[in-house]
């Protein structure tokens, strides 16, 4: 057995040509309780660090990669982040300086349980101490002291990538400025850990384990092979497995395997299982398994909010629709715990196939790069509209976020001359950048659409993902000066929550509103005898009007006494003579800007 | 080693005290084209067969199950479907003949992997044909014929039962009267696939497996608790195993095992599949998940509603809202298939939070149980109202199903004298009950009401559960002579949608709906300038109305003209004055019921 100083044995997979070894002789306590002597860590770095230091970025990989997350030159391998670091890419290496280390545990030149023990008689193996995201996090920290970098612009993972951000932004608040938390959750759910002992136990009872001790003879590889077959089904969706199994069902692919090959499901786990022993060490897979299925930051919205307490950044979160390992609720619990801390955080759910594999594919992250890119340009102030992919016409109400801005004119008379704002169907950000602008700060956004979420960001908008039906329940009582609801009253099914909502998290509540008694729909339906249609949010047929309330000025007055509202001011509107109504305006105004606050107050 | 003549050598598990074996030397050509020489059938009987044998039901067990489905007296152990099984039980043994046996290729009895070969000389162990679906049934068919069975009044089974269930429809079309398919499908998922791909490579890879010729040796435990801790995570949903292991995440319970041990999920995993190592046979898993994986009616409906083209029978289908292994919706495909053959097919998707295992628990099968009985009463002629359990209150518009039938006697005076019907809303089938009664026939109910499915199911009603806004694709053109909107139009969202497949799937619509521009509602925009109210369907407020379009009788008119479809005949009534108005209906009617057909007949 030959061994470096470090006790670094040998490295499993390719190699790593651009990586560079950082080695102390500083003892590790990690948060179990055992020590660790001395420590190996490997990295590699992409661009230049700024004189003032401020462009940092860490990149913290998941699971199965290691330090090489993109390519350094033409002829360098790609890394497993490629199509998210270079220059000019969303992590653009032009203007960041980019540091991705392997993780403590892992398997690619950092300590780990290949590494030899202390006494070098023999390697770690099975006896290497249980490690957590947190110690993971203080090996990073180290290293970047030995790089001399006081803060991090940013530190950005996915999985438990998105877990190690995570802690960093608790662990270390004063230094770090911003975490991307991709698909990543407050903690793995009891069915994603049942998985993961599923294949730890494949692995612990492969005749080759030999209590962890086998790097001198054969390994587990069928157990590592199992355990990696079944993780990767859970990387994937129900959705993305149909489409690339189900037309060759019986057709496995031609591979020499000593796994099962019917099914072609089977032969392309077959195929995955057998490389990634090839790349990847088996007592690594049960110690970082291990971490994620630990990884806690509690149960229930108070648990979570008091793990996130520490944290000062920015954040963003990216989950996708189809991800069942980290799902989109999970991400959303960390989301809803910072917007009930008042934090800058913003949130996007991607429509994806791929399940939680999204983050590393080309296909899924097309708006998911945009993102990132204006989060991070916004974290150095550069922002500006970024393009956003053209989506499909839909028939949802969404499309009538975009039209029909004329009230904001009328909202901003209502607005007091500063304070906190946060607006309920912000769309793409045009009114809070207007209201930024004016001084106005903090502010919200909360959006349903995607596209407009990311317009929204680009322009430096913290902006929440979210449905205004049902998604302001996290916003703390009293938490903004103003609530705005602009023209979107009319396409909300529970009218009263979101009423009370708008009362009970700001002093204010500003509601625009088209007003279904105005004199000619009223006429309509009296002379016509149809569903009253006119110029704007009523210019839809009965058969497929994408609103679903249809209220006029006394009706949202009448609710408003009843649910014990008062309103405090008001600006009525005929808009085809752009003039104010004050005679009259449920007869004569065709729009209504109200005012509103709690009555008890 | 001893075995008897059937080449059985000894039972795994509990003993089967009241289980026969019947024997039969004629050779058996399974379809993948082995041949087994000799055969033996474990099974179980309860009740007494009628004299004309018109009471037998045949229970088809599911991949784990035995014989022994319920208990044959009061010392006697529980069956797996106790449940459902026994006196006065869904399954009622007071009024059926019920036959259980175990399955070809399974370990309790049944010619399978541990039974001897032909010569004497050893088990079959892995060289056990490949068994199918199919081939299981053949085996119960010729177990029938033994028993003097001409016949079954059904077949019903969950999971690997209900392939079975649908095979029997398939094969023995005539001597099969209703088929009871529970968690089943079309075919097993890619992902579901990979699960038991992943299961089966664990067992064939523990040192132990011997190439399946471990009897007389230590067997593959490890790798069948695998398969089985696996496959037990995919019998069960995320929601429940939240609930039972999250508050209790890091609180392992304390039991003896060789497996991982550190989460409460795991230690749950590791006692399942350690008591399952005690009772099954690892070569048998091997065989029957293959067979499960095996079975495949096609993908698309037209491949599946060619496999089914053979069945006679009456069906009813059971699903559960989080079964994921055999999800509602693949259920759904054999249910449109036979729909879009017009065969008599009831279904019902029933909320649960227990995922696959549903049908086997008791809160889970509150109303499965219900439906079963109602359904295999109607089996045998005996029809009549169910208890539903109470639900509680909803805001969906699903309420407004039950009140306001006053229409009926309008609709019924627009039907012809007789001719099929398919009621899009049915409710709880008390239309069709009186359709029925005046000799329409076939009735098809359509209702997206659970409770309410089970109800009209009790009538006798062939009812599908499904929602009419997205439900109709299945049925063929021209299928009906009328079809049945009734004051449903108002609720629906694609009203386009449904109008055009109204006048498709049926010679005649008949569409009733309250009329918004009755003269009291226009009245109250004119004068009061609300969102019109009166009694009836429009007897909501506008901010939570369950209404989602307002149709006036004149909308309605212009959008048929507009769809190319006539209006053939027409009532419109004032239902304040009990009276049929002729003159400007739109103003002086409440309620139109219409009867349109596709203009360019």
Not at 480 to 491: E, F, G, K, P, R
Request: charged letters at 25%; a negative charge; aromatic letters at 8%.
């Amino acid at each position: 057995m030959s061994a470096d100083g470090s006790g670094h044995v040998r490295l499993i997979g390719a190699p790593l040509p651009h990586a560079r070894a950082w080695r102390s002789d500083d003892p590790l306590r990690l948060e179990g309780g055992d020590v660790l002597p001395r420590l190996q860590v490997t990295y590699e770095t992409w661009g230049a660090l700024d004189e003032d230091g401020g462009n940092a970025i860490l990149v913290c990989h998941a699971l199965s990669g290691d330090s090489h997350a993109a390519s350094h030159d033409a002829d360098d391998d790609p890394g497993w982040w490629e199509l998210l670091i270079g220059p000019g890419k969303a992590i653009d290496t032009d203007r960041f300086f980019v540091i991705c280390s392997n993780v403590l545990g892992g398997c690619r030149g950092t300590t780990g349980p290949d590494f030899l023990r202390p006494d070098g008689e023999r390697r770690y193996g099975a006896e290497f101490p249980t490690v957590t995201v947190r110690d993971m996090v203080e090996v990073q920290r180290r290293l970047l002291d030995h790089l001399g970098i006081d803060r991090l612009a940013a530190v950005v993972g996915g999985s438990l990538g998105g877990l190690q951000a995570l802690q960093w932004s608790i662990d270390q608040p004063d230094r770090v400025g911003a975490a991307v938390v991709i698909a990543a959750a407050p903690r793995l759910s009891s069915q994603g850990i049942a998985f993961d002992v599923v294949g730890r136990n494949a692995i612990r009872h492969d005749a080759h384990f030999a209590e962890g001790q086998y790097y001198d003879g054969p390994s587990p590889e069928a157990g590592l092979a199992l355990a990696r077959m079944l993780a990767h089904i859970t990387y994937l969706s129900d959705e993305s497995m149909r489409a690339k199994f189900d037309p060759t069902r019986l057709q496995p692919r031609a591979i020499e395997t000593g796994f099962e090959s019917v099914f072609s499901v089977g032969s392309y786990l077959a195929y995955q299982g057998e490389r990634f022993v090839e790349r990847f060490d088996a007592n690594s897979y049960v110690t970082l398994t291990t971490a994620m299925d630990l990884f806690d930051l509690g149960e229930g919205p108070e648990a979570i909010r008091e793990s996130l307490a520490k944290s000062r950044c920015a954040f963003l979160f990216l989950s996708f629709t189809t991800d069942w390992l980290y799902p989109v609720e999970a991400s959303q619990e960390l989301v809803d715990a910072l917007v009930a801390e008042g934090r800058p955080v913003s949130s996007c759910i991607v429509e994806s196939p791929a399940g939680h594999d999204s983050f590393l594919l080309e296909e899924s992250m097309v708006l998911g790069k945009q993102i990132v890119a204006a989060f991070l340009s916004s974290q150095i102030g550069e922002t500006g509209p970024i393009r956003v992919p053209e989506e499909p016409e839909t028939d949802e109400p969404t499309s009538i976020f975009y039209t029909n801005r004329l009230d904001y004119g009328l909202i901003l008379r209502l607005m007091p001359e500063t304070g906190s704002v946060v607006d309920l169907g912000c769309g793409n950000g045009e009114l809070l950048s207007i209201l930024r602008d004016r001084g106005h700060a903090p502010l919200l956004g909360i959006e349903r659409d995607a596209s407009a979420v990311a317009e929204s960001i680009s322009r430096g908008i913290v902006t929440v993902h979210a449905d205004v039906d049902s998604g302001l329940a996290a916003i703390p009582d009293d938490a903004y000066d103003v609530a705005l609801l602009s023209q979107t009253l009319q396409s909300i099914l529970d009218v009263v929550g979101v009423l009370r909502e708008i009362v009970r998290i700001a002093k204010r509540g500003i509601v625009s509103f088209p007003n279904f008694a105005h004199r000619p729909l009223r006429e309509m339906l009296q002379r016509e005898g149809r569903l009253p249609k006119e110029e704007g949010l009523y210019a839809y047929e009965w058969y497929d009007t994408p609103n679903r309330r249809f209220p006029s000025i006394l009706d949202f007055q009448e609710l408003c006494t009843t649910l014990g509202i008062e309103i405090e001011d008001a600006i009525y509107i005929d808009s085809a003579r752009e003039a104010e109504v004050t005679d009259d305006p449920n007869y004569h105004a065709d729009l209504a800007v109200v005012a509103i606050r709690r009555a008890e107050r």
